[in-house]
């Protein structure tokens, strides 16, 4: 997947905060809060994969 969301924050409740918002607007976490050697945090998250609901006639 090419698309990505990043989260950057001066803290790991920030970043955790952040990083609750893109998984409520149906995103799917990928690197989960870290700190960086500058002392920021950060995390990514990518789209949720799309759920394919089967036509009846596939059934």
């Known amino acids: 997947m090419a ?3 990043s989260v950057q924050a001066d803290t790991e409740d920030e970043c955790v905060e952040g990083l ?15 700190l960086l050697t500058d002392n920021r945090w950060m995390a990514r998250a990518v789209p949720a994969p799309a759920v394919r609901v089967p036509e009846p006639a596939d059934r």
Do not use: Q, T
């Open 20 to 34: 609750a918002k893109l998984v409520d607007a149906g995103f799917v976490p990928i690197m989960m809060p870290r």
């Open 3 to 5: 698309i990505r969301a």
